[in-house]
């Protein structure tokens, strides 16, 4: 006899108002004397969602208090065996858990998660996922999330537990360029100035924290992501909407490690976004699209 699937709940802690209100208020309470906070705003509609660097089970405990203040849903994946313990199942699916059978090698994941996404698209839903795939140390991403938010045509909300600032959330709405590479390249660079628990244990390193700027100097790395490649002083300032842009702002950001300056001779000198100037510039804004 063929065992049932196990099905996603439609229903879970996040819909029970009495639960609902209870953590809302034991959070709110528990974030204030301990001054944690969340990024302030959540993004609308359904996404992928990762949340690094993932170096301690109290992750999880932040993450959840960063959704139920923010009232958003979240949905995590998890094992599906985990699922079909007495008890402990029905507990794991009541929090959101969706059961993943490893033997489908994905596919069933993707196709779980978009048969859901379908009637739920317009409901703040955050499918939750960990890169690195472990609390230990790991040299590399598993990089599925990517292909689910592709095959099901949802952007990337980057969460972050950051237990240097005290800060839990999402703070960007990655849309997907067609570029993997370049894409996973931009995410982990956002990532670097994220302190983990235990950040000896994360990945990518952390580098430390992220350069204080200015309005203007913002406004300058804009351009250069919407410019997509070098752009000289002149160009920076059009597109920036400045009458000019100094010299001395623009070595500036070249000495935090935000632009990268190509001289071709003594005259021609070109700007360019580094990769670590591309992953801050993810936290800036809370999308790029």
Same mark, same amino acid.
């Given at each position: 006899?063929?065992?049932?699937?196990?099905?996603?709940?439609?229903?879970?802690?996040?819909?029970?108002?009495?639960?609902?209100?209870?953590?809302?208020?034991?959070?709110?309470?528990?974030?204030?004397?301990?001054?944690?906070?969340?990024?302030?705003?959540?993004?609308?509609?359904?996404?992928?969602?990762?949340?690094?660097?993932?170096?301690?089970?109290?992750?999880?405990?932040?993450?959840?208090?960063?959704?139920?203040?923010?009232?958003?849903?979240?949905?995590?994946?998890?094992?599906?065996?985990?699922?079909?313990?007495?008890?402990? #199942?029905?507990?794991?699916?009541?929090?959101? /858990? @969706?059961?993943? +059978?490893?033997? =489908?090698?994905?596919?069933?994941?993707? &196709? $779980?998660?978009?048969?859901?996404?379908?009637?739920?698209?317009?409901?703040?839903?955050?499918?939750?996922?960990?890169?690195?795939?472990?609390?230990?140390?790991?040299?590399?991403?598993?990089?599925?999330?990517?292909?689910?938010?592709?095959?099901?045509?949802?952007?990337?909300?980057?969460?972050?537990?950051?237990?240097?600032?005290?800060?839990?959330?999402?703070?960007?709405?990655?849309?997907?360029? #067609?570029?993997?590479?370049?894409?996973?390249? /931009? @995410?982990?660079? +956002?990532?670097? =100035?994220?302190?983990?628990?235990?950040? &000896? $244990?994360?990945?990518?390193?952390?580098?430390?924290?992220?350069?204080?700027i200015t309005q203007p100097e913002m406004l300058v790395m804009m351009a250069m992501h919407?410019?997509?490649?070098?752009a000289t002083q002149a160009e920076i300032a059009a597109r920036a909407k400045f009458d000019?842009?100094?010299?001395?702002?623009?070595?500036?950001?070249?000495?935090?490690?935000?632009?990268?300056?190509?001289?071709?001779?003594?005259?021609?000198?070109?700007?360019?976004?580094?990769?670590?100037?591309?992953?801050?510039?993810?936290?800036?804004?809370?999308?790029?699209?």
């Open positions: 006899m063929t065992k049932k699937a196990l099905k996603i709940r439609d229903k879970t802690i996040f819909d029970g108002i009495f639960v609902k209100y209870i953590l809302k208020f034991i959070y709110s309470i528990w974030f204030k004397l301990s001054g944690w906070k969340t990024t302030g705003s959540a993004p609308d509609g359904a996404g992928i969602t990762i949340a690094a660097p993932h170096t301690s089970n109290w992750d999880i405990i932040y993450a959840l208090g960063a959704a139920i203040l923010l009232d958003v849903k979240i949905y995590f994946s998890i094992k599906d065996s985990w699922c079909k313990v007495p008890v402990i #199942g029905r507990i794991m699916l009541w929090l959101g /858990a @969706i059961p993943i +059978s490893r033997s =489908s090698k994905g596919q069933g994941q993707v &196709e $779980l998660i978009r048969e859901f996404v379908e009637t739920h698209k317009n409901k703040r839903i955050f499918f939750l996922f960990t890169p690195e795939g472990t609390r230990g140390e790991v040299d590399r991403w598993k990089t599925g999330f990517y292909h689910i938010a592709e095959e099901c045509n949802l952007p990337i909300f980057l969460a972050k537990v950051d237990y240097r600032t005290k800060v839990s959330g999402v703070f960007h709405s990655f849309k997907l360029t #067609g570029s993997k590479e370049g894409d996973i390249s /931009a @995410i982990q660079e +956002s990532y670097k =100035s994220v302190y983990g628990r235990f950040p &000896e $244990l994360q990945y990518p390193a952390y580098s430390g924290p992220l350069p204080e919407s410019l997509k490649g070098m000019e842009v100094s010299a001395e702002m623009l070595d500036f950001l070249v000495e935090k490690g935000i632009l990268e300056k190509i001289e071709e001779g003594k005259k021609a000198i070109n700007y360019k976004l580094t990769s670590a100037g591309n992953g801050f510039l993810l936290h800036l804004s809370p999308t790029l699209a």
